[in-house]
């Protein structure tokens, strides 16, 4: 009965996205700041028309974040937290877009306009499924709160403030995100797990100044030679990593997780010939998806020291300075891993040179479990509509407001997204395929569902 | 006789060299180039007035070159060739100058002025060793050839094609240079060795283009982590270099070499303090002198790659480069050497990167056997002048004309220098030890007289 509604109002639905679409919610852009606030209150308007109570534009000391909230299901109910955002990126290069990035238009499935997909498109399929319970039954099944920030294109300054600052209000069971890519078309998937971070810089220092490699070549300890040495130091020939400890905490991946990995459509020779390179190294034992997903890694994401002009400058350097990263993986936290590695760094430090090392960021890994209560409603959801069993993935990078409503609100995230990776989310020609918004719409009202049972 | 002769004309050689320093021929300024041409003509009239024959400028590309001869030794003496430079280098921080640069200042027992010791100083010093055989004797004990150039300060950028234009007038047995300094005053040395250089670049490719650390981190080839694993397998912990046959041509430092280094008043915890360090490492079985003169060293010169900036970025680079240098010693070449560099660098190359190694600068090595009758001869007269056998050094750069005396003219050259270490040579208020300077011209007198025996 509400899938059919759905369908029977497919129209309308992109016609209001159209309208929101139209906005110019350019977040970075401070001659934007006005069509930024009038697209909060539109999006507080349509939060208040489909039935939503306690609806508020909340300040920040940037962009406002617009609240509604619905708590039909009474206090033993579960409650999910819907974020999403309502700014988008900006359009350079302009004359790259083959329809102006604010005036949407569909060309076969799919409709064009900056924040199609990312993530206008993703937050109205939401409000349509919510709106979809409320006209047919008078009802959500579950409480539901509903957070869309402004900011998120700018890395979400105020967000975490935001959350403590309002933690009873936002407090939730799960947080249901739609901001990523599925897999393929017609190849569902959910995320359930991010790696985090623990990004260090090491300094070298040999001599106090730089020298003349002719004279002092052989007496001196040379900081790149030594950096050298302590990099190929951090992991052995089968891409194991060295530092003391490291694995002592590390969740390991179970078979069912391996089973439904090995179901993805991973292609190694186009995987390689993607990146022109004739081998995909890394840890033994695993495969690259699980190498990139559930394993740790360890980077040099810059190196510099000494003489890096043109030509032959015969100079012993003084100083060499690396850039060296670590994804983590749940059980791991950036606090203890950088201890370890700074450790490990003081440990094999050659003779003759200094060390020091800095903490530059980090951040913690995140898991969703499979078999959670959210996960179970999305998997649920997802193979009704689709047809067929979403893939259970998980990703190597990290999304930093996971990790915000994990410490802050305590709650566990299901990344459910009806994206495509093709669709330019960043770039001129942004998109969003039309079946997979009307999807996502049937996808939404079912997860509301299934939290239920 | 002659050493009297020296001794009675003090007061007149340090006005004439006053009159020398007064000529602002600094070569790298084009402003000056009438002063450096005004200098070189400077330097034919002495030539000529002190008794030489065939003087003449020599025009090059570049500042001209004086030459000048007296072949008195006839058809079977050994013929002397006489270098030195006329220009002098800028003057800049002018306002830490105690005197204006070329308003020569005696000072105690130092002369300070622009090119006071490198190199018009000493280019005088030998002028008159010769003056004094030719006032006292009529003659000299042997062939004598000047050649005084006018762009040493700029690298001699003309001198290579000079002596292979005027190989016939140029041809002798010994060339004879004193631009270097002694161990110390009252510490007379000789230096017989020089260093060759093999400077090498490498540039490491892993994937076609940066990628983002998160997403690809595990299962692609990192470049930097490639470059510091090449790095650490050139040489192993006891610092010896692990090239194939990297050592095979190598001239080992004999017992005497070592008898008379182990003399030098050497102190590694001085060395150590001056450069704030706590160890001197290098390869095992040779002092730090035997190690920075004798032995052939590898050393990277500058490295970069990936994000050198401020922060975190979470890359994970496409390419990273090193220049790496190797000082080479008798046997060795650099041809030789750059081969064996490349060809291990692409043995040990890490699967999934590109190596691209490319040349960028080689230097033969120098040596001039100590006993040779040239550097018999300077022995000698050191001796005899100082009152003291002179320390017998070998050097760890390299001087360029030193390979080209070798390597167009076919003869080895003495160092016979009379600068000390703190004279200032390339800074304000550059000195010359004026007690050294008579010193000088007594030792260049006896060398041309001991070079006949």
């Not at 700014?87 to 569909?106: A, G, K, R």
């Not at 967000?159 to 569902?188: E, I, N, R």
């Not at 390689?272 to 997903?293: F, K, N, Q």
Request: charged share 25%; proline share 6%; glycine share 10%.
């Amino acid at each position: 009965m509400i899938l059919d509604f759905i369908d029977q109002n497919k129209s309308r639905y992109e016609d209001e996205l159209k309208a929101f679409l139209r906005i110019p919610s350019i977040s970075t852009s401070p001659e934007h700041k006005g069509e930024v606030r009038r697209c909060a209150e539109f999006v507080s308007d349509e939060l208040k028309r489909i039935g939503l109570q306690n609806v508020g534009i909340y300040e920040t000391a940037g962009h406002p974040v617009v609240y509604g909230e619905r708590l039909d299901g009474g206090a033993g109910a579960p409650t999910v937290l819907f974020y999403g955002h309502y700014d988008v990126q900006p359009v350079d290069p302009l004359n790259l877009w083959t329809n102006p990035p604010f005036e949407p238009t569909i060309k076969g499935d799919n409709i064009y306009a900056r924040g199609s997909v990312d993530d206008k498109g993703q937050v109205w399929l939401q409000l349509k499924a919510i709106e979809a319970h409320l006209r047919t039954n008078g009802a959500l099944p579950v409480n539901v709160k509903v957070m869309i920030e402004g900011e998120e294109e700018i890395g979400s300054p105020n967000l975490d403030k935001f959350l403590a600052d309002h933690k009873d209000l936002l407090a939730c069971d799960t947080v249901l995100v739609s901001d990523t890519p599925m897999f393929g078309y017609d190849q569902p998937s959910l995320c359930y797990g991010l790696r985090g971070l623990c990004y260090m810089q090491v300094e070298v220092t040999g001599p106090n100044r730089d020298l003349h490699s002719g004279f002092f070549g052989g007496a001196v300890a040379n900081p790149i030679n030594a950096l050298g040495v302590m990099i190929s130091k951090l992991k052995d020939e089968k891409g194991k990593i060295l530092i003391d400890g490291f694995y002592d905490n590390v969740v390991a991946i179970t078979d069912r997780e391996r089973a439904e990995f090995a179901k993805l459509p991973y292609d190694r020779k186009a995987f390689m010939a993607d990146l022109e390179t004739d081998a995909t190294p890394g840890e033994e034992g695993y495969s690259e998806l699980e190498r990139m997903w559930t394993r740790p890694t360890l980077d040099c994401n810059g190196i510099w020291g000494g003489f890096q002009g043109e030509g032959a400058k015969t100079v012993l350097p003084s100083k060499a300075h690396a850039k060296i990263s670590m994804r983590l993986v749940p059980g791991q936290s950036p606090e203890e891993i950088a201890k370890k590695f700074e450790a490990f760094i003081m440990k094999i430090k050659p003779a003759g040179v200094k060390v020091n090392v800095i903490d530059l960021h980090g951040g913690m890994p995140a898991m969703t479990p499979i078999d959670s209560r959210g996960m179970t409603a999305a998997r649920k959801a997802m193979h009704e509509v689709f047809g067929k069993e979403p893939f259970l993935t998980r990703e190597g990078g990290s999304i930093p407001i996971v990790n915000s409503f994990s410490s802050i609100l305590g709650a566990p995230t299901v990344l459910m997204g009806f994206g495509l990776p093709d669709q330019d989310a960043h770039s001129p020609n942004e998109k969003m395929n039309l079946n997979n918004f009307h999807r996502g719409i049937k996808c939404g009202a079912l997860f509301f569902e299934y939290m239920k049972a």
